[in-house]
């Protein structure tokens, strides 16, 4: 999910006719969401394996 997300903002934040605010907030959210998917395990690549929690 968090990807789709990540992509929804990458739309947004270079879509012309939005407002700039707008664009900019999109912007500024997307390094979170990177953050969050990697942290998720999202896969990446077809082979990928799940990243791992280290105590």
Same mark, same amino acid.
């Given at each position: %999910? +968090?990807?789709?997300?990540? +992509? ?5 934040? /270079? ?12 912007? /500024? ?5 990177? +953050? ?9 690549? #077809? %082979? +990928?394996? #799940? ?5």
């Amino acid at each position: %999910m +968090a990807r789709s997300i990540v +992509a929804h903002l990458r739309v947004v934040s /270079q879509d012309g006719r939005l407002d700039g605010v707008l664009r900019e907030c999109a912007e /500024q959210l997307i390094s979170n969401w990177e +953050a969050l998917e990697v942290l998720s395990g999202a896969r990446i690549g #077809p %082979m +990928a394996e #799940p990243l791992r929690a280290v105590n």
